[in-house]
Each structure stands twice: as structure tokens, then as C-alpha cells.
């Protein structure tokens, strides 16, 4: 199954409505049924850390959307997979899961301006005093995405049903700014659009993308289990294990001694 | 209305590395100390522990421990003739918040100053001429500190044993020690810990400076090389080089904290109060204007207090302390038009940004096991300690391959020419993740009579009082200065075996929207002149005695390193003062 025609089936699935709960997936193979009895298919449709097998690494996974409609899910699924794309090794933006982060992002706190400083008088200023839009991310995304969708229903083809040519055209084209989205500068959005998708690329799959930790495997980052006192001098080894998330917990094996509390001897004083 | 509280004797507006040190040393004094602090409490176990703590988004790209600027920014302008803008995303610096401060998230980068900093004027005068430094830029106001390296070397040595600073001394008494730095300050004795173990990237640079006749040596780490009982008789832990340092907080009681060298033994202080959550709006002072009687915060739950107190405290991040004083009248805020007043005179930052170094992909650099502060680098170009004279400015960098960690999100290099995104951009990636050096250059930063800090006259806080403004950009000095560095870096680059090469070196105009330092200095500088200083050389205000400004914001112009361990060592300078002289006879310690 090609990378179109993968994303065809999503946004046709989401087009009808169908809510993909674990419950519901849509009729499937044999592998969804078999995911859904030993209950791994809610390790794909949930923000955790357990590789998923309902779907391959090299197909998207399953996203139920809270915060993106059908459409903006659409347009999102399609540019990721043009911002990092899959190749003959490794899976893209798209397979990894960085729409569902997205979405859960901007639908939660960080989306309603966390850590923002939000207060106006609102002034553009200079590139050097950085972002000085009244939007929340979340208002960002909405304002941007309909715009964009709203320019190409006049030009006739929605961004996921162009040529992959085009789409990288058509986002150089927003990357190279100087066209207003909604009130959002195209650069603007274009910049927030990148950096979501590459926190997401890397970031650990507790948040729902990253995905096998694909990204990890690729760059030979070992993940959240990190303790080289043992290895820090062996000069250029290669580490080849698996990495491992924060979602391995579970296994306790970053734990350390409980039995190291910071001491404070007794009549100190 | 406030409720008014039973009387203290000291209050320290911030619980970071300043307040933590001055509560433990004025409470084993005798006196009673409330810290006030705008952060919830926090503790290694429950709060610090993996793997939860190394979460790179979280911490590293949503910075949770971070001061929470919804509530409470800075606003930011180049230059006085445009509009200061509030800085809605931290990005260039980024201040702690919680007990501990910034001095929880810090790297453990773990320097003294040179002796030439302390007299950076007197010293350039007298070796340069004053023809040179108004040469360098008559806009430039670097001043004396009123202190000396010597009468700061026993409090050095004294904040480096409760640190438990893991290095290698290079100059004892006069004497150079091998495989220390030879150009270092005389120390009075070795580190307390032997260096942390180096990595390879450290190995690489260490053959490469050599090979051009540099003297590398280990960085000094706050990052425990072995177990280590401080001399509060706190146990501190061998770091494990888990690459999640700075920006996070150490799980393994390896990194020097206050909650890992000073709170185990002050929190059991019967004495000691540390109330979380309480936003300082001001200190208050009697009629006279010249005596502070104590504070005024607001607690969580919305509810206003007066803290009476003899003896305030400034312990906050050293932008904070320099809006504390603005917000509090206390002392005369600064003129850019006139060059008069003192409070906001003075800011100054960091010159930061080296090279990237493409290695050949048959070598493995790791840079995920690294330590805050394991690098291996050179002090041949800090300071002042190569000649000026034909160059054309002052100061100066540290130059090393310091690298933190591997974190992807923040670790992700790619040579010059790759696109930005796409197939290609992700293969370079792939390709170069593992082979790729960073060398940090890492240095001074003049003051400038046109760069300073005041009250916002336009933006607030959530509870309705202005931000601190800052107006900043680096002299051209300092840019002059990085980029003859940033030349010298990429030879070593090269005598490192680089197959490709990014140079380094700031620019101007400076930005806030890429990291840069969290070594903000100024604005509220020490001195022997009231004129030209906000306290004077015990960190005292000048015309309010019962009020010290204790950190950072007293260094007249930024040092070439990293300044937490000059920090501590200044405070307890401060506080020797302090408890030695100021509690028997409360009034000015040194008369204007």
C-alpha cells in the first residue's frame, strides 16, 4: 500500500465519522482482531510507550483525532509526511505517529498557550524580541489550517490529494512566508508546524508519537535508560541495543537505590 | 489588607543557591530566617527520580522548572529608541523556579574567575593603556569589582568543598601542577574530587589543541566524580554521565544542588521557615526611606502578608533582584540619557557559540553519556590571557568540547547545504547524529552604558506590577572578540580531524529566540563608588544597609565563564561580613 493511498484510507475513515476507539476499529485484518484480544490495540490508540503491532512501523498508526477536524487531520497527516518523510530503512513523521502527538498537544495545555506569556498591548516588533501573536498554538493551528484549506478549494486539489511535488512546493511556499493565513504569517505557522513535527519525531512515545522509537533506533539515541559511568571511557564503542522509553517503567530498570536518601547526620548543628 | 506577621530576623526573597547558602550560614548564627519562595517545594526523592525526570520534552523543550512567564516575563528591546516587547517564550535564558532556583537545572559547569576580572579596568589600563580601552569602545563602562581574587580565594576553596567540585588543580600557591590548567588562578589547595572521567569527545579535542600547542585540561564539574561527604556531612553520589543535566534535576544525588549540599541539613534548622508559593511584591521601607522593616508577598490562595524582618535578602535570580529593587524604590534607577543612577546600570550577558565539528562517521562520539560538565578544553583564549595589544578589543573565551548530552530534540546536526526538512534532511541526520562534535566558545561580556534594565511601562505581571525591562545588544567589542575566537576554534576543529566544519562566533544584533546563557549579570553591581555601584563591596545597598543584593547581578561586567561557583563563593564573602561585622553594629559597612 502506497503512501497516498494510505492516506486516503485515513481521511476517508475519519471523513465518515467512524470514532476509532480500540472497541471499533474499523473491519479489518486478522492482525487488528488478534491486537485487539491481547489488548495492543490500545497501546496504539493511546499515548503509550509499548510498541504498538496494530499497525506495522512502516504504516500510519490509527489516530483518534480530539483536536484536529477531518480536514485540518488531513492536511496535517499529508505535510508530515513531507517534512520527514519514510524511506527504504526508517519511517517517517507520518508512521511514527506525529499527527496523534500534535493533536493531543495542541488540544491540551500546551495548545491553550501554557507557559505563554499572553498579555497585550500586541505589537509585531522585531525578529530578535520573538513571537508577539495574540494566537494561542491552538488558535494558530485552527487559523492556518483554515486558511490553507479554504485557499485550495478555490485552486480545486485539498494538499492531501496533490503530488508530492507539489506539496513540497506548496510548503517551501509557506516556509518562504509573505502570505497571511488567517492572520497568521505562513512562516509563522510554518515554523510551529516544523517544530511540533520534529519534537515529536524525537520526543519519548509516552506522548503518542515516536512510534517503536523510530527516530532513536535510526540515530542510535539509547533513550530514557541512561547510566554509562562503565562506558563513558570506552572510547567509540557502538551501542547496539534496543532503546528504551519512560513508558518502560514498569520494569524499574533506571530505578535507583531507594535506599540513598540524601543524609543529613543527626546533631549536625 | 495584608496580615501583618510575628517579626524575624532575616528574610531572603528567593530560595535558590544565594538564599539556601545565607539561610543555613545565618541560621547556624543564631538568627531566625524565612525564605520566601515563588515556586512550589520540590526534593530529589519524590520529585527528581527516572525515569520520569528524563523526559527531554518536558523539561528540556517545555521547560517545567522554569519561572512561569504567563505570570511573570521580561520585556525585551535591542536598542532604547524601539519598544521593549514581552519575551513570551523563554528561549535565550531561562531562570529557575521552585526551591533550588536555576542552580537545580544548571550543568554544574564548576570555574573560578581569573585575577584580572576582579580589576578588569585596572588591570586593561595598566597593561593596555586607557587609549586602548576607549579604543575597544567608548560606549563600555567595565569598573573594579571592590574585591580581589585573593580576598575571594578562601571563600572559593570553601564553596568548592560543599559543592564537592570534581577537577584537576593546574597552579597551587604559584606552583603548576600537571594535567591541570596552567593558566588558572593560584588555588590554595586541590579540588576536593579528583576530574569526572573523559569521554570521548573530550579525548578528541584534548589530542587536537595539543597537536596546535594549547594546554587542555578537565573541566571542573560539579558532577560528582566519586562519593563524597560534604562538609555539612551531606553524602553526594558518583555521577553515572546519564546525558539529562542541565535543564533537569539530578535523580542520583550527583549534581551540587541546594537540595543535595545545603536543604538536608538546613530544612532541619528549628529556626528556618521556607513557606513555597509565596510571590514577593516588595520590601517595605520606614519613612526615612533609608531602613527597610520587611516585605510584602501574596501566598497561593491569593492572601496578602507583611513579613516584618531586620534584615532583608535579595536572593533571587539576578534579574529578579535588580525588579526587586526597582519595585521597591530602593536606590536610584538608572539614566541611559544621563549616565546617572545606579540600579539597572550595568547589564550584562554572555558571548556564547562555537563550532560544529563533522567527524568521519567510522567515529563514535556518544554524546549521549556525558555529564553537565565533563569537557575537556582550553583557557588559552579567556580573559586576558593572550595579548590584546593589536587586536582591537577586550576580553575573552573559553574554548572546549563540552558536550551535555545527545538529546535528540535539541541534538540533531546537519552539515552546511543540507535542506532544512524533507528525505535529505532526515538522512543527514541519520547519518551524522553519532559522529558530530560540538566545541563550545564560552566568554566575556562588556558592560555598556547603553545596554541596562528598568520597569516596563507597559507590561504586568499577574499581579499587576511592571515587568523588568531590558534593553540589550552586544558591543561590538564582544563581537570582535568571539569572532577572532571563533577563527583559532576552527583550526582545532581541523587538528581534530573535521571533515566539515560549521564556524561558530556571536553575532549581532543579539536575540532572544535561541538559547544562549542563564549568565545574566548586573544591573544591580558592587563597588566602592555609590555613583557607579548599587552596593558596595559586601553586597550591602548603599543607602538602605539592612538590605543585601546577594548573586550575580553584583558582577560590574560578565566573567569568561560560567559563574555559579563565583556566585557562591561571593556570598559567602558577603555573609562572613555579614555575621562578622553588620549583626554587631547593624549600619553601613563601608562609608561612601
Known amino acids: 500500500m502506497s503512501d497516498i493511498s494510505r492516506r486516503t484510507v485515513l481521511t476517508a475513515t475519519a471523513a465518515a465519522g467512524a470514532t476509532i476507539l480500540p472497541a471499533a476499529l474499523p473491519s479489518g485484518s486478522i ?54 518523510p519514510k524511506d527504504e530503512q526508517w519511517g517517517g513523521a507520518l508512521e511514527a505517529g506525529v499527527p496523534n502527538y500534535m493533536d493531543k498537544q495542541l488540544g491540551g495545555a500546551w495548545g491553550a498557550g501554557e507557559r505563554l506569556y499572553r498579555s497585550g498591548p500586541w505589537h509585531q516588533g522585531e525578529w530578535t524580541q520573538g513571537y508577539q501573536l495574540p494566537f494561542t498554538p491552538a488558535e494558530l493551528f485552527h487559523a492556518a489550517l483554515a486558511a490553507i484549506n479554504r485557499d485550495l478549494a478555490t485552486a480545486g486539489t485539498p494538499f492531501a490529494k496533490m503530488s508530492a511535488d507539489d506539496q513540497d512546493a506548496y510548503l517551501k511556499k509557506l516556509e518562504a512566508g509573505g502570505q497571511d493565513l488567517g492572520g497568521v504569517p505562513s512562516d509563522v505557522f510554518f515554523d510551529h508546524l516544523w517544530e511540533l513535527t520534529l519534537e515529536d519525531f524525537f520526543s519519548d512515545p509516552v506522548y503518542g508519537g515516536n512510534r517503536d522509537m523510530v527516530s532513536w533506533r535510526m540515530i542510535g539515541f539509547p533513550g530514557a535508560y541512561a547510566s554509562y559511568y562503565e562506558l563513558v571511557d570506552q572510547h567509540g564503542i557502538k551501542i547496539d541495543r534496543p532503546p528504551t522509553s519512560l513508558g518502560e517503567d514498569l520494569y524499574r530498570h533506571i530505578h535507583i537505590d531507594p535506599n540513598i536518601p540524601a543524609y543529613a547526620p543527626p546533631n549536625n548543628k | 489588607m495584608a496580615t501583618l506577621l510575628k517579626p524575624v530576623d532575616v528574610v531572603t526573597i528567593g530560595v535558590g543557591l544565594t538564599g539556601s547558602l545565607a539561610a543555613l550560614e545565618l541560621g547556624q548564627a543564631g538568627l531566625k530566617v524565612v525564605g520566601l519562595e515563588r515556586g512550589s517545594g520540590r526534593e530529589t526523592v519524590p520529585d527528581f527520580q ?28 535591542n536598542a532604547s ?31 573560578r574567575a581569573q585575577v584580572a576580572d576582579f580589576i578588569w579596568r585596572t588591570h586593561t589600563i595598566q597593561r593596555y593603556g586607557q587609549k586602548f580601552l576607549d579604543s575597544c569602545g567608548p560606549e563600555l563602562t567595565i569598573q573594579d569589582w571592590g574585591v580581589t581574587y585573593d580576598d575571594m580565594e578562601p571563600y572559593y576553596a570553601r564553596f568548592e568543598n560543599l559543592c564537592g567540585v570534581s577537577g584537576k588543580a593546574g597552579n597551587i600557591k604559584g606552583q603548576i601542577q600537571p594535567g591541570g590548567n596552567p593558566l588558572e588562578a593560584p588555588r590554595s589547595g586541590e579540588y576536593p574530587n579528583p576530574p569526572q572521567k573523559e569521554p570521548h569527545f573530550g579525548a578528541i579535542f584534548r589530542k587536537g589543541a595539543e597537536s596546535l ?71 517595605n521601607l520606614d519613612s526615612t526611606r533609608k531602613k527597610a522593616t520587611g516585605v510584602t508577598y501574596v501566598d497561593d490562595t491569593g492572601q496578602e502578608f507583611e513579613q516584618p524582618t531586620e534584615l ?52 563514535n562520539v556518544n554524546p549521549f553519556m556525558a555529564s553537565g560538565a565533563c569537557g575537556t578544553m582550553i583557557d588559552d583564549f579567556s580573559g586576558d590571557n593572550f595579548d590584546h595589544s593589536n587586536l582591537g578589543f577586550i576580553g575573552g573565551q573559553y574554548v572546549g568540547a563540552i558536550m551535555t548530552n545527545g538529546r535528540p530534540i535539541e541534538f540533531h546536526p546537519t552539515p552546511t547545504g543540507t535542506p532544512t526538512w524533507g528525505l535529505e534532511w532526515k538522512q543527514a541526520v541519520a547519518r551524522h ?37 531590558m534593553t540589550f545588544d552586544f558591543p561590538e567589542n564582544d563581537i570582535r572578540m568571539s569572532q577572532y575566537i571563533a577563527d583559532k576554534v576552527v583550526e582545532i576543529g581541523r587538528a581534530m580531524g573535521g571533515k566539515q566544519i560549521i ?66 563563593a561571593l556570598t559567602l564573602w558577603a555573609l562572613d561580613a555579614i555575621k562578622n561585622k553588620y549583626l554587631k553594629s547593624p549600619g553601613p559597612l563601608v562609608h561612601s
Not at chain 2, 535588580?322 to 550584562?348: A, F, M
Not at chain 2, 552596593?535 to 559563574?563: D, E, H, K, M, R
Open chain 2, 433 to 469: 547524529y553519532n559522529h558530530t562534535i560540538l566545541v563550545q566558545q564560552h566568554g566575556t561580556s562588556a558592560s555598556s552604558r547603553l545596554n541596562y534594565l528598568d520597569l516596563d511601562p507597559m507590561y504586568k505581571d499577574a499581579w499587576g506590577q511592571p515587568l523588568l525591562r
Open chain 2, 312 to 363: 532583608v535578602l535579595i536572593t533571587a535570580f539576578p534579574l529578579n533582584n535588580v525588579r526587586t529593587l526597582l519595585l521597591s524604590g530602593i536606590g536610584e534607577p538608572y539614566d541611559p540619557k544621563t549616565g546617572n543612577g545606579v540600579v539597572g546600570r550595568n547589564y550584562s550577558y554572555q558571548t556564547t557559540g562555537g563550532p560544529t565539528i563533522f567527524m568521519d562517521e567510522s567515529i
Open chain 2, 213 to 283: 600547542g594549547y594546554h587542555p585540561y578537565p573541566q571542573p564539574s560539579s558532577n560528582l566524580s566519586r562519593a563524597y561527604t560534604n562538609p555539612l556531612g551531606i553524602k553526594m553520589e558518583t555521577c553515572i554521565f546519564c546525558g539529562f543535566c542541565e535543564r533537569f534535576a539530578c535523580p542520583h544525588y550527583a549534581k551540587a544542588s541546594p537540595q543535595t549540599i545545603i536543604l538536608p541539613v538546613l530544612l532541619q534548622d528549628p529556626n528556618y521557615e521556607l513557606p513555597a508559593l509565596c510571590e514577593v511584591l516588595r520590601i
Open chain 2, 50 to 77: 527516572s525515569p520520569p525526570i528524563h523526559d527531554e520534552l518536558r523539561f528540556a523543550i517545555r521547560k517545567a522548572f522554569m519561572q512561569d512567564n504567563a505570570k511573570v516575563a521580561v520585556t525585551f528591546r
Open chain 2, 81 to 111: 529608541d524601539q519598544t521593549a516587547l514581552p519575551i513570551r517564550r523563554w528561549e535565550s535564558f531561562l531562570p529557575g523556579q521552585g526551591p533550588g532556583g536555576s542552580f537545580v537545572h544548571w550543568n554544574g559547569q564548576s570555574f
Open chain 1, 31 to 84: 492482525d487488528d482482531l488478534v491486537s485487539i484480544c491481547s489488548g495492543e490495540a490500545r497501546a496504539a490508540a493511546t499515548p503509550a510507550a509499548t510498541p504498538s503491532s496494530a499497525t506495522t512501523p512502516d504504516q500510519a498508526p490509527r489516530t483518534t483525532y480530539l483536536f484536529f477536524n477531518d480536514q485540518e487531520a488531513a492536511l496535517i497527516e499529508a505535510a508530515v509526511a513531507r517534512l520527514i
Open chain 2, 503 to 568: 564556524r561558530g562566533g556571536t553575532k549581532r544584533p543579539y536575540s532572544v529566540t535561541f538559547y544562549q546563557s542563564t549568565h545574566n549579570a548586573g544591573g544591580a553591581i558592587m563597588g566602592d563608588d555609590p555613583k557607579t555601584s548599587a552596593v558596595n563591596q559586601y553586597l550591602q545597598c548603599w543607602n538602605v544597609p539592612n538590605v543585601f543584593s546577594l548573586g550575580a547581578s553584583a558582577f560590574p561586567q560578565n566573567i569568561t565563564y560560567n559563574y555559579s561557583i563565583t556566585i557562591g
